[in-house]
């Protein structure tokens, strides 16, 4: 009996601490909240009011004369443009790991980027034929059915080609290299997946075609760029956000 009682002690003690590694392996998504809400916007058929809490995966349609802010779970922003459907594929953040996924369909996408410490940290915008990774920085991308562009504000991305041609994938195609500043490369030019990632730095556009074509990074007018309202809107918004 002595024996029974023991194994079974010895069993209990085993299930509590697999639990416990269990427990400590599963990933839990951070919840997305809908922080700026103008018009009308839907997700899953019905429409988004202010206070929303999104929990991805979720793709979001915005409607026309309509805007949208969310506040993700590290305190980072986006923002979409009238006009733009988008899926917010994962927002994960855990100590000192961070993997925001977002893929923009078509439209247009502000992004205000925590800082974070750490090498596990992914901070990723994905429009149909390019990924662009962030840490720290400020930046928007415009996607249509003629070209995906990137414009930064603050800090730097890196852009990685995405061949429509193949499965659809978060992340496919992109691979960090070390690049000293924006790459001079005669362009557009259509190159193979493994031959670039673009570093684009403040105050440079990049465009990328869908056919793998993309032109050299430009500088492009600050001031003039500011006279956009959608710009100067996501301006006013950053600082009162303390961006």
Known sequence: MKLIKSFFLVFCILVFFVSI?????????????????????????????????????????????????????????????????????????????????????????????????????????????AVAGVAGTKYRAIVNSDYSKFLVYDGKIKVGYRPVSEKYQVGKGFQAHRVQGPMRIAGPKRVSVEEWTMIVARGYEFVVYP??????????????????????????????MGF
């Open 211 to 240: 056919d793998g074509r993309f032109d050299v990074p430009k500088k492009f007018d600050l001031k003039q760029d500011s006279q956009d309202p959608w710009v100067q809107w996501n301006q006013q918004r950053d600082k009162q």
């Open 21 to 129: 590694v269990n427990a400590e392996e599963v990933e839990v998504e951070g919840k997305v909240k809908v922080n700026f809400l103008q018009g009308k916007i839907f997700s899953k058929g019905k429409l988004l009011s202010l206070g929303d809490i999104l929990s991805p995966p979720v793709e979001v349609e915005v409607d026309k004369d309509s805007r949208l802010e969310l506040l993700l779970p590290d305190k980072s922003v986006l923002r979409f443009n009238e006009n733009t459907k988008f899926k917010l594929v994962k927002a994960l953040v855990k100590e000192n790991k961070r993997e925001i996924k977002t893929d923009l369909i078509l439209g247009e996408c502000w992004a205000s980027v925590q800082k974070m410490i750490g090498d596990d940290n992914k901070f990723e915008i994905s429009s149909p034929t």
